[in-house]
């Protein structure tokens, strides 16, 4: 297959100007049975992402391409992942739990349903992408999320991670934090860097999957 690479610039400008979603999330706070759902009714950035999930799920259920099988095993995950995400309480970062479950159910409905991909100018999210990186044996699916973007998931053979962007003089800097080390995925101009704790630097070009 081919690939096309796709510049970082013009997504980061293209994330700033979004601005569609408010501060309320898709479901009625009054309403709330969960510690996970009230901190997303107390959250901007939570709300914004239980839009965002919201929208791409409708999408995915209504578009023109999914069967009827599909959509079923659509809203059964849509279900568990509900249930997942009420399970944050027991964890010892609630917000973290929360956020890092919604930007991944958002990576996985864009992933595997492209009707949910057919509206991104109205949302805060864009991906997969494909990063390529040399000696690293996989490709890497990356999804850009949140105003900014504000967090890039990564993911490659059983691995994945969720970065946060950072202040940096240059280009857009997402980190992920670990008692081990630190996981950078720089961006500059056509090109990335990621970084590893303990492995390196490695060197990667982002291209549209095709």
Same mark, same amino acid.
């Given at each position: 297959c081919t690939m096309k690479l796709v510049r970082a610039f013009p997504l980061v400008a293209l994330f700033g100007v979004i601005s569609g979603h408010t501060a309320a999330p898709s479901f009625d706070c009054t309403k709330t049975d969960s510690a996970a759902a009230e901190q997303v009714c107390e959250d901007k950035e939570l709300a914004a992402l239980d839009q965002e999930l919201t929208r791409l799920f409708a999408l995915a259920k209504n578009g023109p391409h999914i069967t009827a099988s599909r959509r079923k @095993?659509? =809203?059964?995950?849509? #279900? *568990?992942?509900?249930? *997942?995400?009420? @399970?944050c309480w027991k964890g010892q970062d609630l917000? #973290?739990?929360?956020? @890092? &479950? !919604?930007?991944? #159910? =958002?990576?996985?409905?864009?992933?595997g349903y492209a009707d949910a991909r057919s509206q991104d100018s109205k949302g805060i999210s864009q991906g997969p992408l494909v990063v390529r990186c040399d000696r690293l044996d +996989?490709?890497?699916?990356?999804?850009?999320?949140?105003? +900014?973007?504000?967090? +890039? !998931?990564?993911?490659?053979?059983?691995?994945?991670?969720?970065?946060?962007? @950072?202040? &940096?003089? &240059?280009? &857009?800097? !997402?980190?992920?934090? !670990?008692?081990? *080390?630190? %996981?950078? %995925?720089? =961006?500059k101009g056509d090109v990335a860097t990621f970084e590893r704790p303990q492995q390196g630097t490695l060197n990667c070009r982002i291209a549209e999957p095709g």
């Open positions: @095993e659509l =809203i059964a995950t849509q #279900r *568990g992942w509900i249930k *997942g995400r009420d @399970e917000r #973290r739990c929360v956020m @890092e &479950s !919604y930007v991944m #159910r =958002i990576h996985e409905l864009r992933q +996989a490709l890497i699916g990356l999804t850009f999320i949140g105003n +900014a973007p504000k967090h +890039a !998931y990564l993911e490659w053979l059983d691995q994945s991670i969720i970065t946060t962007l @950072e202040p &940096s003089g &240059s280009g &857009s800097r !997402y980190t992920a934090h !670990y008692d081990d *080390g630190a %996981f950078v %995925f720089w =961006i």
